[in-house]
């Protein structure tokens, strides 16, 4: 049986080496808008177009309601939120899927640049246009994780 490919297997796999990049220059300790100004220069240097801090408004009714801020959004198909939690931080994954919901996005990081590095991968259907919202996939470095976020 053939393998199958993860969806945007070469973007996300870029993003997670620039991830371990940063985290290999620059440690644990550091405040989360430095960790996000030394990630925006990595996903540059290795070729990325990357918006930092993208408004996205969120419709009720067909009024605007909000507006939220996503940390980055890289070549215009991946979402990153970035968090620096000495633990695992769980609310991150809510907020991530938010951010898919409320784009036509359907990929996204969560960093977490605590003690230890770590990441989960969430793909999200383009849940923004249908009638039913699903369930997320959220994918990390160990394995799939079938609990959608709180």
């Known amino acids: ?23 290999d ?17 990595e996903l540059r240097a290795r070729g990325h177009r990357v918006a930092r801090e993208v ?15 996503l940390d980055m959004v890289v070549d215009d198909r991946l979402v990153i939120e970035v968090k ?6 769980d609310i991150g994954s809510a907020q991530l899927f938010s951010y898919l919901r409320a784009t036509r996005l359907e990929i996204g990081l969560l960093l ?13 259907p383009n849940a923004r246009y249908s009638k039913a919202a699903p369930a997320p996939i959220i994918e990390s470095a ?9």
Request: with cysteine; glycine share 12%; aromatic share 12%.
């Open 142 to 150: 160990g394995g799939a994780d079938a609990a959608p976020p709180a």
């Open 112 to 124: 977490n640049f605590g003690p230890k590095p770590s990441f989960k991968r969430m793909i999200c």
């Open 55 to 69: 408004g996205v408004t969120i419709v009720y009714k067909g009024e605007d309601l909000t507006v939220q801020r």
């Open 25 to 41: 220059a620059l440690g644990y300790g550091f405040l989360e808008h430095v960790y996000k100004a030394a990630l925006e220069r």
């Open 84 to 89: 620096r939690k000495p633990e695992w931080p």
């Open 1 to 23: 049986m053939a393998a199958i490919g993860l969806i945007d297997e070469e973007l996300t796999g870029s993003a997670i080496g620039a991830f371990f990049a940063v985290y």
